[in-house]
């Protein structure tokens, strides 16, 4: 600490004997500190300071506000709720990516029970909840709705374990609500108008209100209801019980909308005159009352004849998401044409090649791209390939982000991706059909994902299919410094290729690998990394009981699951461990781990 | 060092399936196990059982692969079903005087029984099956079906596998009109 820390409180006074003497230095500093510190809201800066030295440390907890705990699992509640005192909004993940491909055991854990209890009694001024991949029950969300008297967003994301009661809770006693975002939930079956929960007189504050994952229907009368009361709202996602014209009453009544999810884009049948009246009815006019609409999502149960009728705001959209939509070539491009701005886009591969062709000529400012498989097996046809890719990759230079699935590839298209893209940031493929070669050479995808690592410098997010070998990993290894997360599948020769990965991707935080031949001793070429991580995943590979043993062993301070996805006890099948989950934790193994959990 | 017989060996199988070569074949062998090239034994439903060299890739259903959201594959299996409409799964069902449509899975059902009364329950009417001596019991309504050349059929005539093969609609008439359908 120089002297040059000194403030106008700081005044030096000289005694007698010559001494400076400063009062209560400590206290000063803190004060000091926390009126700087809290400008500080990144993570990473944050972490920063509170090593510097106790009283930084102490200071950064007192300010710091924001909270994100990206397992669960790393640190028990009761540890944060004595560090910090004054967090506003909590981000908690819970269960890893592959839980969502039924890897995972159900009751496996990750309940937000225990964290709902502490927070209720230490965070009174808790604002804001996002949690992602956790279990949440009824109960949970009554103590959210009436433990926080300020609370205004909740936000949850592949969560389960709750029902439209729970829903209705938060939205009878949160007054101040203001964000309700149900994403990708696995939602109960509860017959309960949750809807209706919403206080129905006054202004509401409401900006923000998505259900679409919602599988029950809702009370429309009161949705109308409260959409006209909530003057703020700006992001609405409607599920599939909405119709097209349903949707068009809720247009009407919230031009100001900018995110909009439709609901059903079709008419429920009806037989007679209504159905005609509705035929009508210029859902184009809608569209275009909603001037400011830039996020455009939905689409379930499409009827194509109406797609017409987004035409009018397609010119401002910057997002859009057809990935529920079974559209071909031909109608995805009579929207596309107009989608200038367009810089987020999720289809399905029903358009084909031919489609993607047509985006890669308009979208010429797209950032994030995710084609998704309308068939998932293996010897579907495939009716997108290296031609879709290579489109994309000449038209849209700017690409960050790009998610494809497919059922064949070519090593040149993806090499051509890693040049004409280089602001790559995300790159995901998956070639569905397992261990497939490139489609003309019959070579391994070896030099393709290399290029990528190679060439696109950004690269934080990898996963990676196809015929693989170790090759493949010794370039992520050689060329993906700043690789943070790693997805393998049905990949690779042995071990040598893990070794490679763990010893040369210095910044790999998430590693989730299935079916690929890696064993113990790439197991144990990760120690020296282990604890930087935020977790590794490795099921069907070839690791032993011992291996995972003499991790454990090696490695005190990292929690060490072992299981088996058909929640047989004892985690190993045959000589091989079924999975490993594995990830570094403050607080010891958890308390809550189910029988068929073994944690060594 | 695997002598790699696989590289040489001749099969029937397509290029690019799973039986390609360098992929050296797992050491240890359970009763569980599939005996392909894959090193261990990934998670695969009950319903591979064993795979002969010749045959093409098994249409085995790897669990979570590929990697799509089962949240998304319901939504998207959901919609495969329903265009099939010629093969007779999802129908939509019209009664003369009701002003919405219902739609059903005729899958679900296994005969003319099952079905006649699941539609009394939907439509909380009598309908009556109809048999060759007795026309249609006294009831007021008639089931009638379009089958797949666009024909309006009383429903009943054929077996009830041809029947759920070639409804593409149903629809039930008041029965003083479905007396016109007497061939």
Same mark, same amino acid.
């Given at each position: 600490?120089?002297?040059?820390?000194?403030?106008?409180?700081?005044?030096?006074?000289?005694?007698?004997?010559?001494?400076?003497?400063?009062?209560?230095?400590?206290?000063?500093?803190?004060?000091?500190?926390?009126?700087?510190?809290?400008?500080?809201?990144?993570?990473?800066?944050?972490?920063?300071?509170?090593?510097?030295?106790?009283?930084?440390?102490?200071?950064?907890?007192?300010?710091?506000?924001?909270?994100?705990?990206?397992?669960?699992?790393?640190?028990?509640?009761?540890?944060?709720?004595?560090?910090?005192?004054?967090?506003?909004?909590?981000?908690?993940?819970?269960?890893?990516?592959?839980?969502?491909?039924?890897?995972?055991?159900?009751?496996?854990?990750?309940?937000?029970?225990?964290?709902?209890?502490?927070?209720?009694?230490?965070?009174?001024?808790?604002?804001?909840?996002?949690?992602?991949?956790?279990?949440?029950?009824?109960?949970?969300?009554?103590?959210?709705?009436?433990?926080?008297?300020?609370?205004?967003?909740?936000?949850?994301?592949?969560?389960?374990?709750?029902?439209?009661?729970?829903?209705?809770?938060?939205?009878?006693?949160?007054?101040?609500?203001?964000?309700?975002?149900?994403?990708?939930?696995?939602?109960?079956?509860?017959?309960?108008?949750?809807?209706?929960?919403?206080?129905?007189?006054?202004?509401?504050?409401?900006?923000?209100?998505?259900?679409?994952?919602?599988?029950?229907?809702?009370?429309?009368?009161?949705?109308?209801?409260?959409?006209?009361?909530?003057?703020?709202?700006?992001?609405?996602?409607?599920?599939?019980?909405?119709?097209?014209?349903?949707?068009?009453?809720?247009?009407?009544?919230?031009?100001?909308?900018?995110?909009?999810?439709?609901?059903?884009?079709?008419?429920?049948?009806?037989?007679?005159?209504?159905?005609?009246?509705?035929?009508?009815?210029?859902?184009?006019?809608?569209?275009?009352?909603?001037?400011?609409?830039?996020?455009?999502?939905?689409?379930?149960?499409?009827?194509?004849?109406?797609?017409?009728?987004?035409?009018?705001?397609?010119?401002?959209?910057?997002?859009?998401?057809?990935?529920?939509?079974?559209?071909?070539?031909?109608?995805?491009?009579?929207?596309?044409?107009?989608?200038?701005?367009?810089?987020?886009?999720?289809?399905?591969?029903?358009?084909?090649?031919?489609?993607?062709?047509?985006?890669?000529?308009?979208?010429?400012?797209?950032?994030?791209?995710?084609?998704?498989?309308?068939?998932?097996?293996?010897?579907?046809?495939?009716?997108?390939?290296?031609?879709?890719?290579?489109?994309?990759?000449?038209?849209?230079?700017?690409?960050?982000?790009?998610?494809?699935?497919?059922?064949?590839?070519?090593?040149?298209?993806?090499?051509?991706?890693?040049?004409?893209?280089?602001?790559?940031?995300?790159?995901?493929?998956?070639?569905?059909?397992?261990?497939?070669?490139?489609?003309?050479?019959?070579?391994?995808?070896?030099?393709?994902?290399?290029?990528?690592?190679?060439?696109?410098?950004?690269?934080?997010?990898?996963?990676?299919?196809?015929?693989?070998?170790?090759?493949?990993?010794?370039?992520?290894?050689?060329?993906?410094?700043?690789?943070?997360?790693?997805?393998?599948?049905?990949?690779?020769?042995?071990?040598?290729?893990?070794?490679?990965?763990?010893?040369?991707?210095?910044?790999?935080?998430?590693?989730?690998?299935?079916?690929?031949?890696?064993?113990?001793?790439?197991?144990?070429?990760?120690?020296?990394?282990?604890?930087?991580?935020?977790?590794?995943?490795?099921?069907?590979?070839?690791?032993?009981?011992?291996?995972?043993?003499?991790?454990?062993?090696?490695?005190?301070?990292?929690?060490?699951?072992?299981?088996?996805?058909?929640?047989?006890?004892?985690?190993?099948?045959?000589?091989?461990?079924?999975?490993?989950?594995?990830?570094?934790?403050?607080?010891?193994?958890?308390?809550?781990?189910?029988?068929?959990?073994?944690?060594? | 060092?695997?002598?790699?017989?696989?590289?040489?060996?001749?099969?029937?199988?397509?290029?690019?399936?799973?039986?390609?070569?360098?992929?050296?074949?797992?050491?240890?062998?359970?009763?569980?196990?599939?005996?392909?090239?894959?090193?261990?034994?990934?998670?695969?439903?009950?319903?591979?059982?064993?795979?002969?060299?010749?045959?093409?890739?098994?249409?085995?259903?790897?669990?979570?692969?590929?990697?799509?959201?089962?949240?998304? #594959?319901?939504?998207?299996?959901?919609? =495969?079903?329903?265009? &099939? %409409?010629?093969?007779? !799964?999802?129908?939509?069902? @019209?009664?003369?005087?009701?002003?919405?449509?219902?739609?059903?899975?005729?899958?679900?059902? #296994?005969?003319?029984?099952?079905?006649? =009364?699941?539609?009394? &329950? %939907?439509?909380?009417? !009598?309908?009556?099956?109809? @048999?060759?001596?007795?026309?249609?019991?006294?009831?007021?309504?008639?089931?009638?079906?379009?089958?797949?050349?666009?024909?309006?059929?009383?429903?009943?005539?054929?077996?009830?596998?041809?029947?759920?093969?070639?409804?593409?609609?149903?629809?039930?008439?008041?029965?003083?009109?479905?007396?016109?359908?007497?061939?």
């Amino acid at each position: 600490m120089s002297e040059d820390v000194g403030t106008s409180t700081c005044k030096p006074k000289t005694s007698v004997t010559g001494e400076y003497s400063v009062t209560n230095p400590d206290q000063v500093l803190e004060n000091v500190l926390e009126n700087v510190l809290i400008f500080l809201t990144s993570r990473r800066d944050r972490n920063a300071v509170s090593l510097v030295s106790k009283s930084w440390h102490r200071a950064e907890a007192h300010t710091r506000s924001d909270l994100f705990i990206g397992n669960c699992y790393s640190v028990a509640p009761i540890r944060v709720t004595g560090r910090f005192k004054r967090i506003r909004s909590v981000w908690l993940k819970g269960k890893p990516r592959f839980a969502d491909f039924s890897l995972m055991p159900a009751d496996w854990g990750a309940h937000f029970t225990p964290w709902a209890h502490a927070m209720a009694g230490a965070y009174r001024a808790l604002e804001k909840i996002c949690l992602k991949r956790m279990t949440v029950t009824n109960d949970d969300l009554g103590i959210i709705a009436r433990s926080f008297l300020n609370f205004k967003e909740i936000v949850l994301v592949c969560c389960d374990g709750f029902g439209a009661r729970g829903i209705g809770v938060i939205a009878s006693e949160c007054r101040n609500l203001r964000v309700l975002e149900l994403n990708e939930d696995e939602v109960l079956d509860e017959e309960f108008d949750w809807i209706s929960c919403f206080p129905m007189e006054g202004t509401s504050n409401l900006e923000s209100l998505c259900f679409d994952c919602v599988e029950s229907s809702v009370n429309f009368d009161a949705l109308e209801r409260l959409v006209a009361r909530s003057p703020l709202l700006k992001k609405l996602r409607l599920n599939r019980h909405v119709s097209i014209g349903q949707l068009y009453r809720l247009a009407l009544r919230a031009p100001q909308l900018t995110d909009l999810g439709t609901g059903s884009f079709s008419l429920p049948e009806v037989i007679g005159q209504q159905q005609d009246e509705n035929l009508e009815l210029d859902y184009g006019h809608a569209f275009a009352a909603c001037r400011s609409i830039i996020c455009l999502s939905g689409f379930r149960d499409l009827a194509p004849e109406y797609l017409p009728a987004i035409y009018p705001v397609c010119a401002n959209l910057t997002s859009l998401n057809l990935s529920y939509a079974n559209i071909d070539a031909q109608q995805l491009k009579a929207v596309i044409r107009h989608c200038h701005k367009l810089r987020v886009f999720w289809t399905l591969d029903s358009i084909c090649d031919e489609g993607l062709q047509a985006v890669a000529d308009t979208c010429k400012d797209l950032r994030e791209l995710r084609v998704f498989p309308i068939d998932a097996s293996e010897n579907a046809e495939g009716p997108v390939s290296e031609v879709g890719l290579l489109a994309i990759s000449l038209g849209c230079r700017k690409l960050e982000s790009i998610l494809y699935f497919c059922q064949q590839m070519t090593n040149a298209a993806v090499i051509a991706m890693s040049k004409n893209c280089p602001d790559l940031v995300v790159f995901r493929l998956c070639i569905i059909g397992r261990y497939r070669p490139d489609r003309f050479t019959g070579e391994p995808m070896d030099e393709g994902f290399g290029a990528i690592v190679k060439n696109c410098k950004k690269l934080t997010r990898l996963a990676v299919s196809g015929l693989l070998t170790d090759r493949a990993f010794s370039y992520i290894g050689q060329y993906g410094n700043l690789v943070r997360t790693l997805s393998v599948a049905f990949a690779a020769d042995g071990d040598t290729g893990l070794k490679y990965v763990l010893e040369g991707c210095t910044n790999l935080q998430k590693l989730e690998i299935r079916d690929s031949p890696f064993g113990d001793s790439g197991l144990l070429s990760g120690l020296h990394h282990f604890y930087n991580m935020r977790f590794v995943w490795l099921s069907s590979c070839r690791v032993t009981k011992q291996g995972c043993l003499e991790v454990a062993r090696r490695l005190p301070k990292l929690v060490v699951e072992v299981f088996r996805r058909d929640e047989e006890e004892g985690g190993e099948r045959g000589d091989f461990v079924n999975t490993l989950y594995m990830y570094r934790s403050l607080d010891g193994p958890r308390a809550d781990a189910p029988q068929f959990v073994k944690i060594l | 060092m695997d002598l790699n017989l696989k590289a040489t060996e001749l099969s029937l199988a397509l290029p690019g399936t799973d039986d390609l070569p360098e992929i050296k074949t797992t050491t240890t062998t359970t009763s569980n196990q599939i005996k392909t090239n894959k090193r261990s034994s990934p998670d695969i439903d009950a319903s591979v059982t064993d795979e002969s060299r010749s045959a093409p890739t098994p249409k085995a259903q790897v669990v979570g692969w590929p990697p799509v959201r089962s949240y998304r #594959k319901n939504i998207l299996q959901g919609k =495969k079903v329903e265009p &099939e %409409m010629g093969s007779g !799964m999802f129908v939509k069902v @019209s009664m003369d005087g009701a002003p919405y449509l219902r739609k059903i899975d005729l899958k679900v059902y #296994k005969s003319y029984g099952e079905l006649m =009364k699941s539609l009394e &329950e %939907m439509f909380a009417c !009598m309908i009556g099956l109809y @048999s060759e001596n007795d026309g249609y019991k006294g009831s007021k309504h008639a089931a009638t079906y379009e089958d797949k050349d666009g024909d309006w059929m009383l429903v009943g005539d054929v077996p009830w596998e041809m029947f759920v093969t070639s409804c593409k609609r149903l629809r039930i008439m008041k029965g003083c009109d479905a007396r016109g359908l007497d061939l």
